[in-house]
């Protein structure tokens, strides 16, 4: 076993359950430089944190994330708490010389995005590393489908077409949560869904989207809460249309009530060479369509479980799949490595920033009448 | 067999074959209350026009479309000839008193479509019926889409989802044609591809789009002409955000550059109650996920090959598809019908304009950086 | 027009307006030596067998299958009656210099299948040609696996999986049909859709059924008939494994009780270098792995519309669907420019009588226990 | 956290790294009566089990799996060895006391299989558990399909149709394993995938099958093998036919050569209401078609991840897809609980002798031409 690192987790619900699997598990498959201990969990209510870190297997608790933030034992602060704690655990935490592993989107406005960017910046000069959680990139078919762009399979893209469509909301008596609230969640299914497409989109097309147009609509506007009803103050659905720096035209959807659709987080890139589709639903697979293939082309399903295939050789024999918990896991191996290596791992606190102000021209543009908006500076 | 009916049709390729098809085989599967004749073939030139009466079994030719429309054992004039003819031929024959079934897009302009809408008006007050050629409301998946629709199987539509995709033009080697010239064809992927998706989505829903933000694009502007090159003067791909008046929100996208896909229009519709989706390339089946199916939900892909789906009675037992072509055999069963049972056929030429106007409203917004543009009167 | 051939046809139900179809349509989008007329239709019963002359487009009518073989007017006799008349008519037909296209199986017994066979390549001597309709054959996807596997893209061959699965008679209450008596059918699903997918195997893989061991089964043994009931006297379904002469092995199975299976007539090959397969339920689909295609290998959905397709480039331009009858336009294409070009077609009788030995040793191996069985000279 | 039961397992590769992760996990997603500790992995090399326990983070090691089966602080053996030492370990541990999971096939011959279960009942009399590893039980779709048959939505059974495709073989340069060796796997395709689909096949359909006819096939007589070759001596591929006690016809293939399928193990079931179809490559979904919904009809793709689906309320939120490995976690979760409960769990030894005694049967009529061949005593 590899020398360790302490973690400390703040937020023990959907994420924390999740990254706590990745932090147990990741030295199991992969061969990392650093062996992750979970050292201390954090959240606020010290009954059902104890229960949590039980649960989960973490060594001790904290029910103020500014004491986690503090202990010794912590090397590497990872932040599942909602949108609004971001920057200020994160900040603090680089400050304090703590690796940072934020879940996304990165904040809640660009501002603390833009913040948030220029302290990881500032910290990488100290051996300090960060990096935001866009799991999707660490599906193996979506780091596939990258490689096959860089290597020029698809040739030039013209054509990207991304929707992330859930139906959790579908039903009007669903109750209200954190994330319809936008103080606590920045947006809606915007922030939510959209930002793992725009970040899967950058990510895959190696490309940077430069300006968009927008709508976005809130179909139930209230919601059971407690014994009354709350104001819902986010987007249910968000749809634009985006340019890219090389040329290349996109469509986005964002929604949560498309029902039936469970987690249909869809890529397509058209390219002039070859095309690429994948939907997370069925996530061990990627379509690939290749011109050169003449009067035998067709779209090839492949089953992204080789060996060879990016992540897979950690994992079991062909066709033995994986799940979603395993790209957060390959995350966890790519932050450990990064660390390890003295390097900066990907997706940076820039790339959350540069998927945020997406976002917030998706915003701008849906609030006047959709007028094209360019993004500030997408760099 | 019943009365008969005389045939008049402009144009010889590729609708003309098909047409021809529909034309010599309605009768044989559908009990229409009008049998054709294929009585006139109208093209320009003497000896191709001649070679094609020959081939799909035309009895006469004209080469001047108004000899055509003019003549007295021509009941009805079928127009399967560029954008640019279709109003003026349009006119003249509903002048003549004789029924009209038009190719789409109706026209190249609105103002074109306005004309013929209300000549198509005046017209029916004398018994004279007209149709736009829309002939994916045909294809017996979609007509099943509708029906589930109006039934209330998917409750209100919160989502549209279409895109219509080919990859003809992906290889700039391919060589100019006169889809590829504003002054022919009106537009391009938008004219040629959105009018369809438009169409489709108004017809399923049975709601109309209220307004739209667009963006358009030319990938190729310059293509092989002969020994030279030429401009291409219209879009390659046209992509749009759309409203319907129910409120429910909409995604566009036409494109001649989806390297792949062939033929791939697709439509997606998800309500309070269940959801729709089709892929023409996979014409016989319509999935539809209803929510009432509880913890056994799922799409089902339905195999719309069932003798009480709509329009598949007349053909073969489960299980045997339908092509292409079928499509336009049910057009001109339907439209026979129509006329012989003295009613409008749908979509009419309204329904033309309807789209014509959502086309305009496209390439408006594109021009005006895709600001919101509200679809004038869009009834 | 080329000159014409008089095609007599007996038998006016579902096969009959199939067949109708493909002689009305041919020349419409084939180029063939010879043009069908449609001179005469045979039935049993003048009234129906006049009204389907006329809905369907033939010139004349006989009521006696004898009588129309010996009409000059015919010059091609097509059977489409059960198979209990097969060998009959076949056998006079040549005999009276006729060329024959005969519906499969092509007899109800080897014995009749082995003087339909020998008739024929008597009859060839004298120009005269015969075909046994298997439609399948006719599939672009089905031609186009054939030509892989001849081209040596899956290699030598190791596993055919073949399924012909329906379900029309999975309701007990469905009724009685001359398909369910031995004396007139001679087999049930067996002969009707075993048959098929025999031949369609033996076709691709290029190679013979050697020996089979089989069992069947007989699910309802009687089903109303009338007033009363009918005992069954065929098997509801066949399931057989079977060896080709290369070695390889393969399973089939052919039932009229698959719920939701309309008309699943599926054919997986697996070979040294590659493999194939497909379903009739989305016809124009053949999917095909590479072992060639490396890590980015997968099966290739090729959607088999391409105008370098076998039999598309008459038709349609890519994605743009063929349909159940377009297989036997392929055929009567086939059938036509073999006699106008002297040449003996296939699949000829002989390959008929090769599927009904397969068909005798499946039944005779459900009869003694399953013990594998030979099929006696499968040249 | 409940009680803790150390656990012993023998072997340490493929599924000695599976069911570590399952020991190691269950606890942190399942509410289970005990606590698993990884007290003692057993293997024969003692630095390759050293270096193994450390990486899966087992807390001792044995060379010798007698000395494991004696430890005090293990209660419970888990046997991940090749098939030839299931049954002594197994029988040694039940007399010592300790619950046992035993991988599957549950042992290499039916007098084994025989002498296993008679000891497993014998020691369940004592309070002891055993349960042989047929994980694919533990797919939620697997289980699901169980509940709906359970439940009567397919009806009574009348086809089963079962393949387990792999083709890690295919290739003839790919070396000698213990898996090509009859006196260490018993057999080849046969008892490593066909057991799976025969366990599968009876525990969906809650039926036994009684009697089966087979064919089996060696592609590849001989394999590298250090530096020279060995004989491969168990069958690459096996095909049979069965009968279920139902009456029901059931096709099985299992094999290592079918190119580009990676781990294809499908089931399909035909009811007289209704029918199912699964596809491990596809473990997310099962398809089912229902009668009842009439012209709405259609194969029904569930996704099998709501939280009222069997196992997936301890997992994530709807459409977040499981992977191979949860199965194992599953059948963790299912053997603690009875243990914890003093419920004997399925599958039992019972359960693996009656998939051994199948196996055997295929074999034997494979040796007699294929004769019809009765599972001796089914119960
Ligand atoms: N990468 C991905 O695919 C996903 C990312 N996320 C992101 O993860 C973050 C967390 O989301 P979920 O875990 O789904 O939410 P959740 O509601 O399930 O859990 C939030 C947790 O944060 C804790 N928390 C809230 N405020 C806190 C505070 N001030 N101090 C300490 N703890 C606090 C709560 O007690 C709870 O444990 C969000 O940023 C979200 O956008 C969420 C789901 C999926
Ligand atoms: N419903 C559908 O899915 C489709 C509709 N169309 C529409 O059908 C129409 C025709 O398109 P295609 O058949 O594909 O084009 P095409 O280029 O294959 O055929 C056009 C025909 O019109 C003839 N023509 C052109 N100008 C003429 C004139 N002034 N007078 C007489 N004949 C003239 C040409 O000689 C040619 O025979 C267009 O409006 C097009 O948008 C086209 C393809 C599919
Ligand atoms: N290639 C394919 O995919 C298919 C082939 N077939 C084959 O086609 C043949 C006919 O089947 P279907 O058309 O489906 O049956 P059907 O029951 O729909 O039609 C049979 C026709 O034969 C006529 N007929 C019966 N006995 C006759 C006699 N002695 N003289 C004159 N006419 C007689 C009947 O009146 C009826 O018109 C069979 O051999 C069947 O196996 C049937 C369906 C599909
Ligand atoms: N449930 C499932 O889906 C699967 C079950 N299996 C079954 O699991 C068992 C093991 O297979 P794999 O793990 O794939 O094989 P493997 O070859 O990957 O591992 C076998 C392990 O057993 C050890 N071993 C062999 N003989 C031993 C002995 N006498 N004493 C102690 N250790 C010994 C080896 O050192 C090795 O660690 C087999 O019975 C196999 O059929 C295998 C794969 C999948």
């Not at 987790?9 to 999740?18: K, N, P, S, T, Y």
């Not at 220029?118 to 990258?146: D, K």
Request: charged content about 25%; glycine content about 10%.
């Amino acid at each position: 076993m590899t020398e360790e690192i302490g973690v400390g987790m703040v937020g023990h619900a959907f994420m924390g359950a999740v990254h706590s699997h990745a932090w147990r598990s990741v030295h199991r498959f992969f061969d990392v430089p650093l062996t992750p201990r979970l050292a201390v969990l954090g959240g606020r209510d010290p009954v059902r944190t104890k229960d949590a870190a039980t649960k989960y297997g973490w060594a001790a608790v904290e029910t103020d994330w500014r004491a986690l933030v503090a202990r010794d034992d912590v090397g590497l602060v990872d932040i599942c708490t909602p949108g609004d704690t971001h920057a200020e655990i994160a900040l603090a935490a680089l400050a304090a010389g703590k690796h940072v592993l934020c879940e996304k989107p990165l904040a809640n406005t660009v501002a603390e995005a833009e913040a948030m960017a220029a302290a990881a910046e500032e910290a990488a000069g100290r051996g300090v590393r960060s990096m935001v959680a866009f799991n999707y990139r660490r599906v193996p078919a979506i780091a596939l489908a990258r490689k096959l762009v860089e290597e020029g399979r698809i040739g030039e893209v013209r054509h990207v077409r991304a929707v992330y469509l859930q139906d959790w909301l579908s039903d009007p008596s669903s109750p209200m949560t954190w994330r319809m609230r936008k103080e606590k969640a920045g947006s809606g299914a915007l922030g939510d869904l959209g930002a793992h497409i725009v970040d899967a989109a950058q990510f895959v097309t190696g490309d940077l989207i430069t300006g968009v147009s927008a709508t976005t609509e809130t179909f139930v506007r209230s919601r059971p809460d407690g014994d009354g009803f709350a104001d819902v103050t986010v987007d249910d659905a968000a749809v634009f249309l985006a340019r890219f720096s090389s040329g290349a035209l996109g469509t986005f959807e964002a929604t949560r009530y498309a029902l039936g659709r469970k987690n249909s987080m869809r890529l397509e890139v058209n390219g002039t060479r070859g095309s690429l589709a994948f939907d997370f639903e069925s996530m061990n697979e990627l379509s690939v369509f290749s011109a050169d293939d003449g009067s035998a082309a067709g779209f090839r399903r492949i089953l992204v479980t080789e060996a060879d295939h990016p992540y897979v050789g950690a994992w079991w024999p062909p066709g033995h799949l994986l799940g979603y918990e395993h790209t957060f896991t390959h995350e966890a191996a790519d932050f450990l490595t990064a660390i390890g290596g003295g390097v900066d791992p990907a997706p940076s606190f820039t790339d959350g920033l540069r998927v945020q102000r997406v976002l917030a021209a998706v915003e701008e543009s849906a609030g006047q009448q959709s007028t094209w908006t360019m993004i500030g500076d997408p760099r």
